[in-house]
Nanobody, 123 residues
Framework: QVQVVESGGGLVQAGGSLRLSCAASGRTASDAAMGWFRQAPGKGREFVAAISRMLGTNYADSVKGRFTISRDNAQNTLYLQMNNLKPEDTAVYYC?????????????????WGQGTQVTVSS
C-alpha cells in the first residue's frame, strides 16, 4: 500500500508564494503517478497538477505559469511550488498517488489520498 501525507498550507496574501510537500511511502510510490487536487467549500475536487514518468507534468489551465510540480524519488517526496497566488486558489489541497497509466487529471486514477492541507489567499 501507498501512504501520502501533505503539509505546507497556510495563509498568504495575493501575489505571495507557498510550497506544499507530500511525503509518500510504499514500494510502488516511485512508479505511481502523483498529483495535486484542490477542493473549495461546496465545490467538487479539482485537478491542479500531476507528474508521471510516462507523461511528464500536467497542469490545469488556471495554474499554468504559476505553479510547478516536482518529485524527489530518492526521498519519496512530491512538491507543489505555488507562485503569484490569487484568492481563487483558496482551497484544501490534496496529494494523491495512483496508476502510472491512468489519465493524470482524473480523480478515479488515484487510489491513495492524503488528509489535505488548507491554503488561504487573501486580497
Amino acid at each position: 500500500q501507498v501512504q501520502v501525507v501533505e503539509s505546507g498550507g497556510g495563509l498568504v496574501q495575493a501575489g505571495g508564494s507557498l510550497r506544499l510537500s507530500c511525503a509518500a511511502s510504499g514500494r510502488t510510490a516511485s512508479d505511481a503517478a502523483m498529483g495535486w487536487f484542490r477542493q473549495a467549500p461546496g465545490k467538487g475536487r479539482e485537478f491542479v497538477a500531476a507528474i508521471s514518468r510516462m507523461l511528464g507534468t500536467n497542469y490545469a489551465d488556471s495554474v499554468k505559469g504559476r505553479f510547478t510540480i516536482s518529485r524527489d524519488n530518492a526521498q519519496n517526496t512530491l512538491y507543489l511550488q505555488m507562485n503569484n497566488l490569487k484568492p481563487e486558489d483558496t482551497a484544501v489541497y490534496y496529494c494523491a498517488a495512483g496508476s502510472p497509466v491512468g489519465l493524470p487529471q482524473v480523480v478515479s486514477t488515484y487510489a491513495y489520498w492524503g488528509q489535505g492541507t488548507q491554503v488561504t489567499v487573501s486580497s
